[in-house]
């Protein structure tokens, strides 16, 4: 051991590491020391004062405070390389000038290194101005980090000019290269009362692990310093951004709970909250401390609002705050850089220079995302966002998005304050536009962009455009409980799809074999029995009472005309009106009703029944009906398995529910009871019943 081990009295480390953090190193830490030799100040003969000679009282207490805090706070840190040194430096004043020095404050070594030593000497040396009116002196990291309040790094000190890094020769002959500078923070004041400083023999690429071993490590003493992915420290939002944020946040729940979204969060340029020096040059660049984010606008989603619905997505959505997107790629940057908004069908087929997050959305089974610009009104330089919604898990059906951009448009309108970017509603077009802005994307037939020339039908080319959903949504405020979970292992695992596809093709005969029982009647055929009760025309034209009202509706006959002598025939039918008078009343109303139902479709407060046991929950009815069967399905635990679900109608009859358009017809009720029944149980009962 050197010569310079003689001087130096150090703490045998006594953290305890087990499983992985066995192989983390410990610090060595310099034990308590009281002030000795004057340090001078860089560039400077004139000798300064010491501690000794400060102010006593309660400031200098102070110090001895925050310097006892700083010796507990390295005794618990580990490192990944083991040649490593960190030393605080903290402000004293002299005089009517504060002074930067590490003299006499506490610091940590990896190992007994005399090159460690010998840069810890040559720091002991060194004091530099912290004026505020003495900027130009910042000719050391420390200072600036300390002025600015913002941490500085670089993955090899010989990236910095030798004016920026006084200490780069010694750092080099010691065999250091990696560098990092850390504010640290009073939590109790916010004011900035020192800097932590970092040197390693490797050139890190990422300090994102030595920032977060930092944080925790101070935290414990009541003092804290930058996070990864975080705003600056000392940044407290403002009122106004606060309820801006929360206006967000609201938006995010209500969408997601009415469309049963998983996931959908919040992203914005993150803001430059640190220094790096690289070619030569001290720029700004984002909180990720990593080296390729360097030259780049980069984008966030920490601190910002966020909603999961499935319980189940905790880990994706902690890797999206612990993950940069770079501005210039990735649906994501080009929503915000378009202004507009973006449909991607599966992001698990992106690479991941595209999407970063890639590897991640494969193992949580997310697939379908929509991103959409959100632009503040508020303040004079209103903040942009990205909202981003993920579709249900497994779910590539894009008919959904344009319901989802509906709701999304009238929430937006309640709230106020905000400006959606382009998604205006659709107008067909065979293949999307290749306009220069969006081609890298239009090139990639799973990201679309949703503007004018983009149109459901467009957003899924392999679904009959006779199959599309109702494309209005008005909500309503509501408070859904989160669903824990969504997940269903056929939603991961690709060699369970066979029995979705059995399940198709078995609903898809059924839907074929009501098809053509309403197909076999005609208008002609139905004039024919008008006056005569619902029950023995339909057995006349041997249909179901409710398949004959499920074809009225259809043909503009809002509800079957009650016979004269019925005791509602007054309140229903004017008996002198002929058939032909009757069946234009009818039209008429039924137009005038359709044109307000568009208007007003939205939230029923569904009541279904099924095997003796009540559910209740809201429901979107421009959802569609598989939405419903879904939603019925696993509140009663009958996933897998065919529903038959009926509601009663006004003259006390179950009307089955069959297709969107008779889910539509109740859009203008607030609340419907639902009668659940297995298919194959209804199917039998019925043979029972003509069997008799």
Not at 204 to 220: G, S
Not at 426 to 446: A, G, I, Q
Request: hydrophobic share 35%; glycine share 4%; charged share 25%.
């Amino acid at each position: 051991m050197g010569m310079l081990w003689n001087k130096i009295s150090l703490e045998q480390p006594t953290v305890q590491l087990s499983g992985d953090s066995r192989y983390l190193n410990p610090l060595w830490v310099s034990e308590n020391q009281e002030p000795q030799d004057e340090p001078s100040q860089s560039g400077s003969s004139q000798p300064i004062t010491t501690c000794s000679e400060l102010q006593a009282g309660n400031y200098f207490s102070y110090h001895q405070e925050i310097a006892y805090k700083i010796r507990a706070a390295l005794k618990i840190l580990t490192f990944r390389e083991q040649h490593v040194l960190v030393q605080f430096w903290l402000p004293h004043d002299v005089g009517k000038h504060q002074m930067l020095t590490t003299k006499d404050q506490p610091f940590g070594l990896g190992v007994a290194s005399e090159k460690l030593c010998s840069y810890r000497k040559d720091s002991e040396r060194k004091a530099f101005l912290v004026d505020k009116d003495h900027e130009e002196e910042d000719v050391s990291p420390p200072a600036r980090v300390f002025r600015r309040g913002l941490p500085e790094w670089t993955s090899d000190i010989t990236e910095y000019e030798k004016k920026d890094f006084p200490q780069q020769d010694c750092a080099i002959r010691c065999n250091l290269h990696g560098y990092l500078a850390l504010p640290v923070f009073d939590s109790t004041t916010a004011s900035c009362v020192g800097v932590l400083e970092i040197l390693t023999s490797v050139k890190y690429m990422c300090y994102a692990f030595e920032v977060q071993q930092i944080h925790k490590a101070l935290q414990a003493e009541n003092l804290t310093s930058p996070q990864v992915f975080d705003y600056p420290t000392i940044k407290v939002p403002s009122e106004r951004r606060q309820n801006e944020l929360d206006k967000i946040c609201d938006i995010l729940k209500v969408v997601c709970d009415i469309h049963r979204l998983p996931l959908a969060q919040t992203w914005t340029v993150s803001p430059s909250s640190s220094y790096v020096s690289h070619n030569k040059v001290i720029e700004k660049t984002c909180s990720s401390f990593d080296t390729r984010c360097i030259g780049k606008v980069c984008m966030s989603t920490a601190a910002l609002p966020f909603h999961v619905r499935d319980l189940d997505l905790w880990h994706f959505r902690k890797a999206c705050g612990e993950q940069h997107l770079d501005k210039s790629r990735g649906f994501v940057g080009k929503a915000l850089l378009d202004r507009r908004s973006y449909y991607c069908q599966d992001v698990t087929e992106l690479s991941e220079e595209e999407y970063p997050l890639v590897h991640y959305a494969r193992m949580n089974g997310l697939t379908s995302c929509v991103t959409i610009f959100l632009h503040s009104v508020e303040g004079d330089d209103g903040d942009d966002y990205v909202l981003e919604f993920f579709l249900q898990l497994g779910n590539k059906d894009s008919r959904h998005v344009v319901n989802l951009v509906q709701t999304l448009k009238q929430r937006v309108e309640v709230a106020l304050g905000f400006e959606l970017g382009e998604i205006l509603l659709p107008v067909e077009v065979t293949e999307p536009p290749r306009d220069v802005s969006c081609l890298s994307f239009n090139t990639n037939p799973h990201i679309i962009p949703i503007s004018s020339t983009t149109s459901a039908n467009a957003l899924t080319p392999e679904t009959d455009s006779s199959d599309s959903e109702s494309l209005s949504a008005n909500v309503a405020k509501m408070d859904l409980a989160n669903v824990p979970s969504q997940r269903s292992p056929k939603h991961i695992y690709p060699n369970k799809q066979e029995c979705i596809i059995t399940d198709n093709v078995s609903m898809q005969k059924t839907k074929q074999s009501r098809k053509r029982k309403i197909d076999s009647l005609t208008m002609e055929t139905v004039e024919q029995h008008i006056g005569k009760p619902l029950g023995q025309t339909a057995e006349i034209l041997g249909v179901s009472r409710s398949t004959l009202k499920r074809f009225c509706r259809e043909h503009g006959m809002s509800s079957w005309p009650v016979p004269k002598h019925s005791k509602r025939s007054d309140l229903v039918t004017d008996p002198n009106l002929s058939q032909e008078l009757w069946l234009e009343k009818q039209l008429q109303q039924s137009s005038t009703r359709s044109v307000s139902h568009i208007s007003e479709t939205g939230l029923l407060t569904v009541k279904a029944s099924f095997k003796g046991d009540m559910i209740k929950f809201q429901f979107c009815v421009s959802s569609g009906l598989v939405e419903l069967e879904k939603e019925v399905a696993e509140r009663v635990d009958a996933k897998g398995q065919r529903l038959s679900i009926k509601y009663e109608d006004e003259e006390k009859d179950l009307v089955l529910i069959t297709c969107d358009t008779d889910l539509e017809f109740l859009a203008s009720k607030t609340a419907i009871k639902l009668f659940v029944h297995l298919a194959d149980d209804d199917r039998l009962a019925f043979k029972r019943s003509h069997s008799e």
